[in-house]
């Protein structure tokens, strides 16, 4: 029984071994169309817009006060930790004075400014190239949509595969004044 589900499980992996070649590994056809005419490998140059995130670093004022001097006012008093039995924590104490004062201001307060760096994020797009090796017909060769480049662009490297290369330069557009 065992040795039976174990055949049933090397069966199966290689069936979706076999599957998985059939439809990754196409060697030969068309990566578009999936046709089986002579294609052959062709480096696509494709331009994509990557973001980019920019840092902007700049300030904001905030204003506020600063009182002038202030005089002692009356003195209060008041006992805390007056009951004898544990609180909730089970801490036993023993009463407590607790003074303070009032504080009285005298004078008006002083307005300030101050500055407070912040950061702000900006994110652009902008154009970006890379190469792509596909295995193309000749019908989807003719068809396929290919980056147009301006001369002052700096291309990415050619990849190294046994393709022919497809991409247009476009001529720079004259600068009016």
């Known amino acids: 029984m065992r040795r039976d589900n174990r055949l049933n ?3 199966a992996t ?5 599957a998985a070649s059939l439809v990754y590994g196409r060697e030969g056809f068309c990566s578009h169309c999936g046709c089986n005419r002579a294609c ?9 817009d990557k973001k980019v995130e920019v840092i902007c670093w700049g300030y904001q004022c905030e204003d506020f006060c600063v009182p002038g001097p202030s005089c002692r006012g009356c003195k209060h008093c008041e006992m805390v930790c007056e009951e004898c039995s ?7 104490s023993k009463p407590k004075p607790f003074v303070w004062f009032d504080w009285i201001p005298k004078r008006g307060p002083t307005i300030y400014t101050r500055t407070k760096l912040m950061k702000k994020i900006t994110s652009k797009k902008v154009p970006s190239y890379k190469w792509v090796v596909e295995d193309l017909c000749e019908n989807c060769e003719a068809n396929a949509p290919c980056a147009s480049v301006t001369p002052d662009v700096e291309l990415p490297p050619v990849p190294v595969a046994d393709a022919r290369l497809k991409y247009e330069i476009t001529p720079e557009e004259p600068v009016t004044k």
């Open 40 to 48: 052959e490998k062709i480096c696509r140059l494709v331009c994509e």
């Open 9 to 11: 499980l090397v069966l």
């Open 86 to 92: 544990p609180n909730a924590d089970g801490v036993h």
């Open 14 to 18: 290689a069936l979706l071994f076999c």
